[in-house]
């Protein structure tokens, strides 16, 4: 069962980075360097992997804006990297465009990711105090993207995680 959790994230790094060997020429960036996609990819997945959050950020937003067909799922491995790396507006942010923008799989997965990010937004709310019409609104955004996710592509739990949080995410609304 450990060895699927780790295989599927490991098979689709390599099945991006075979997709990243057919995007044409190296691109430059704003400063006219040269961008070294797959490098750079490998780059920031190694850094995801080994917890360094903040790096692999680093690494996908640089990606981002020479990702062409890609930039959907470099945009969602990057809104992964920030939700680990506890910025969890931006990760909620990132993940919803692609929720936005994409179907299938695809969609379910950056649900997943905005859900987490603002159950985790609503915690922190709930933390300092914040009003109620923020936590609620944190709460309701979260609730909404993991049932979504859930709803369409239950497999992609198998461990129950994110139905958990779900059902934690409702016991908190109902005792608001």
């Known amino acids: 069962m ?23 020429g190296p691109p430059a960036d704003v400063s006219g360097q040269p961008v ?21 950020a680093a690494h996908y937003a640089r990606l981002l804006d020479h990702a062409g067909p ?32 994409q179907t299938g799989m695809l969609r379910s997965a950056a649900l997943a990711v905005q859900g987490t990010a603002e159950h985790e937004l609503a915690l922190a709310a709930l933390a300092r105090n914040a009003g109620k019409a923020e936590v609620t609104g944190h709460l309701a955004a979260a609730e909404t993207a993991l049932a979504d996710a859930l709803a369409k592509h239950g497999g992609m739990d198998p461990t129950g995680g994110l139905q958990r949080r779900l059902e934690e995410i409702r016991r908190t609304r109902a005792a608001l």
């Open 70 to 101: 890609l930039e959907p799922r470099i945009r969602l491995e990057y809104a992964h990297a920030l939700l680990r790396g506890g910025r969890m507006a931006e990760a909620s942010q990132n993940a919803r465009r692609v929720a936005l923008a």
């Open 36 to 56: 070294r996609f797959r490098e750079d990819y490998s780059s920031a997945r190694a850094a995801l992997e080994s917890g360094r959050h903040d790096q692999a």
């Open 2 to 24: 450990t060895a699927s959790r780790h295989l599927r994230p490991l098979l689709a790094g390599l099945a991006l980075a075979a997709l990243a060997a057919c995007v044409p």
